[in-house]
């Protein structure tokens, strides 16, 4: 059974940092590229940043850049997401995906991040 477990949101005031983790179980996660997603309140879920299989390359969106940062520990099974300097705008629910080289794909159920003062 495939599960994706976020966890680490909260509340942060402005300026703040948050680090997201995701545990992953129920497939060879050293073998899947991992994306952080987003959906704030009333808008669509955008992409965040994604890691490849072996953490190779990193790839995150450009209002996001110098701000976030996505790194894994296959041995853990564990994605992360290190956030500094959070605004009112990163407000959202923060979800992982998990994509593997069949191009099954598969989401966690979110974990909510709170950005006010």
């Known amino acids: 059974q495939v599960q994706l477990v976020e966890s680490g949101g909260g509340l942060v005031q402005p300026g703040g940092s948050l680090r997201l983790s995701c545990a992953a179980s129920?497939?060879?996660?050293?073998?899947?590229?991992m994306s952080w997603y987003r959906q704030a309140p009333g808008k669509e879920r955008e992409w965040v940043a994604t890691?490849?299989?072996?953490?190779?390359?990193?790839n995150d969106a450009d209002s996001m850049m110098g701000r976030f940062t996505i790194s894994r520990d296959n041995a853990k099974n564990t994605v992360y997401l290190r956030m500094n300097s959070l605004k009112h705008e990163d407000t959202a629910v923060y979800y992982c995906?998990?994509?593997?080289?069949?191009?099954?794909?598969?989401w966690g159920q979110g974990t909510q991040v709170t950005v006010s003062s």
């Open positions: 890691i490849t299989d072996i953490g190779g390359t990193t």
């Open positions: 995906k998990a994509q593997g080289p069949s191009r099954d794909v598969y």
């Open positions: 129920g497939f060879t996660f050293s073998t899947y590229v």
